[in-house]
């Protein structure tokens, strides 16, 4: 199995910078993707970015040019760089990693609990 625990949240003001952390751990050879979500209050839980373990990246439209998300090689952190953070960026930030569980003989997904990220002046 594997477990993520993400980090690095806080406060930040408009325009600023903050980088998140998402370390995983257990059978980390057998993940194959891992990305970042968020929910903002009173909204739906919607994906930010993730990145598969051949490097290949994808962003929701609202974050491309701001945040880059990176993962040197298997037992790296998982990284989200936040640049030009906007208010309508808040919200609790949730790591997540896709892997092969052998038990299960089957794809799973694991998330982390959270960070709360706000930009506010």
């Known amino acids: 199995q594997v477990q993520v625990v993400e980090s690095g949240g806080g406060l930040v003001q408009p325009g600023g910078s903050l980088r998140l952390s998402c370390a995983a751990s257990g059978s980390i050879f057998s993940i194959h993707a891992m990305g970042w979500y968020r929910q903002a209050p009173g909204k739906q839980r919607e994906l930010v970015a993730a990145?598969?373990?051949?490097?290949?990246?994808n962003y929701t439209d609202s974050v491309k040019g701001r945040f880059t998300i990176s993962r040197d090689n298997a037992k790296a952190p998982l990284y989200l760089q936040m640049n030009s953070l906007k208010p309508e960026d808040t919200a609790v930030y949730y790591c997540y990693a896709d892997f092969y569980s052998d038990y299960d003989d089957r794809y799973l997904e694991v998330w982390g609990q959270g960070t709360l990220v706000t930009v506010s002046s």
């Open positions: 990145i598969t373990s051949g490097g290949s990246t």
